[in-house]
T-cell receptor, first 115, second 113 residues
């Protein structure tokens, strides 16, 4: 199965600064790379994702970059705000028409925005 | 649409008791799964199902049973609760095999004493 690692496990940044979280994976056949955000006491929710035929995707203040050769992808948050404080999870996987749906989530990164 | 719903929200069990955590979705999703989340840890896959009548084990299946008799429902059964099963349980669903996003339920916080 997929081995997934996230770094760092905790991250504190000043409000307005940028934050970067990295996810490394082992399965070279992975073709879908999402990031989920989980606020305290809430359910995880998808915030951005990228597919293997794209190197970068941006949505307002968040972006994801993919390096398939090195088998890692990163979440970038710019101009951080207090509401960005949460735990972020990556969940890379190989999506196919044969239903390989055994998802593996990273261990999470706790991001704290310091006002 | 209600999305993914879970009941109960909170539960306290004594060691050895059994119970069923309920999960339902009204989005006609084929794929459903159960995760547990321990304090300070990520989501670990317990069991999953790619359609009615089909289930398979995830990363941490011991002590849990599942069945999928309908597309909408995917209950998780604890046969004989143990303190090590104290956790928050999340159910998730997605359209499979070509869909990507997982939709999570609100979670069930289970404490086993």
């Amino acid at each position: 199965g997929e081995n997934v690692e996230q770094h760092p496990s905790t991250l504190s940044v000043q409000e307005g600064d940028s934050a970067v979280i990295k996810c490394t994976y082992s399965d070279s056949a992975s073709n879908y790379f999402p990031w989920y955000k989980q606020e305290l006491g809430k359910r995880p929710q998808l915030i951005i994702d990228i597919r293997s035929n794209v190197g970068e995707k941006k949505d307002q203040r968040i972006a994801v970059t993919l390096n398939k050769t090195a088998k890692h992808f990163s979440l970038h948050i710019t101009e951080t705000q207090p509401e960005d404080s949460a735990v972020y999870f990556c969940a890379p996987r190989r999506v196919s028409n044969f239903g390989n749906e055994k998802l593996t989530f990273g261990t999470g990164t706790r991001l704290t925005i310091i006002p | 649409n209600a999305g993914v719903t879970q009941t109960p929200k909170f539960q306290v069990l004594k060691t050895g008791q059994s119970m069923t955590l309920q999960c339902a979705q009204d989005m006609n999703h084929e794929y459903m799964s159960w995760y547990r989340q321990d304090p300070g840890m990520g989501l670990r896959l317990i069991h999953y199902s790619v359609g009615a009548g089909i289930t398979d084990q995830g990363e941490v299946p011991n002590g849990y049973n599942v069945s999928r008799s309908t597309t909408e429902d995917f209950p998780l059964r604890l046969l004989s609760a143990a303190p090590s099963q104290t956790s928050v349980y999340f159910c998730a669903s997605s359209r499979a095999p070509s869909s990507y996003e997982q939709y999570f339920g609100p979670g069930t916080r289970l404490t086993v004493t």
